[in-house]
């Protein structure tokens, strides 16, 4: 695992593969944080919980389940049309455009996706925000991956063979280690996009991932700079 860009890693490329919550955008943006608000208040409406009550359990959806919809749909059998509207029913101009992105993404060479847990509707919105969506030829979201999210091997296979993805010509960037693994074992180069000045300490202990280091290859606080790095040609 390292911090530093390394073009020559890169240059056999032909994927580019993003997922979109906390990775195209930064964490410190929060808008993360309104889902999240959103899926709490949507279990306390449900199951008629505290928010307290309903916190806690979505966090278990979360962690047994992969998503709080999976969660929802596999223990009370809710309507994922009715979920995925409801909790991204937010504001999304708490996202800043970046154009140094848009620019990084755009030079890149083949082609770029975002592979999101979220639902397209949210991404297409996300990085018409930040001025990137046209930079991309396809979103694969939770619904094309017939509502098995990520981490799922059987998710990746989907996408991999939908878009004729091949590993070793790939690579993916996450915020989650976890989401690393399955790329990695099908040959992709992986990047973890983590928080600026991230410190261990920074993400909920549900979060982290100390487990999945291995599957890490690259690490990076700023992902248009390492973008540019990567495909810039030494002097």
Do not use: C
């Not at 091997?153 to 063979?161: G, H, K, L, V």
């Not at 989401?179 to 040959?187: C, D």
Request: overall charge negative.
């Amino acid at each position: 695992m390292t911090t530093t860009p390394d073009p020559s890693r890169f240059a056999h490329v032909t994927d580019w593969v993003f997922d979109l919550d906390n990775t195209l955008y930064p964490h410190h943006s929060n808008l993360f944080a309104q889902i999240d608000v959103k899926m709490t208040a949507y279990v306390s409406e449900l199951l008629t919980l505290s928010r307290e009550e309903a916190r806690k359990l979505q966090k278990e959806l979360y962690q047994e389940y992969g998503t709080t919809l999976n969660g929802l749909m596999a223990r009370h059998g809710i309507a994922p049309d009715d979920f995925l509207e409801k909790v991204h029913d937010i504001d999304y101009s708490w996202l800043v455009p970046d154009p140094v992105l848009g620019a990084a993404i755009r030079q890149l060479p083949g082609r770029k996706f975002i592979f999101t847990n979220g639902d397209r509707r949210h991404a297409e919105r996300a990085a018409r925000q930040l001025g990137v969506l046209d930079h991309f030829d396809d979103i694969f979201d939770i619904v094309a991956a017939g509502l098995n999210p990520k981490p799922a091997r059987q998710t990746y296979e989907r996408f991999a063979e939908l878009h004729s993805v091949t590993g070793h010509n790939a690579v993916m960037f996450e915020d989650l280690a976890r989401n690393l693994s399955v790329p990695k074992s099908l040959g992709m180069t992986t990047v973890l996009v983590v928080p600026r000045n991230f410190e261990p300490t920074f993400s909920e202990i549900w979060e982290r991932d100390p487990a999945n280091e291995d599957d890490v290859d690259f690490v990076t606080d700023d992902l248009a700079g390492f973008l540019t790095a990567i495909v810039e040609v030494p002097a």
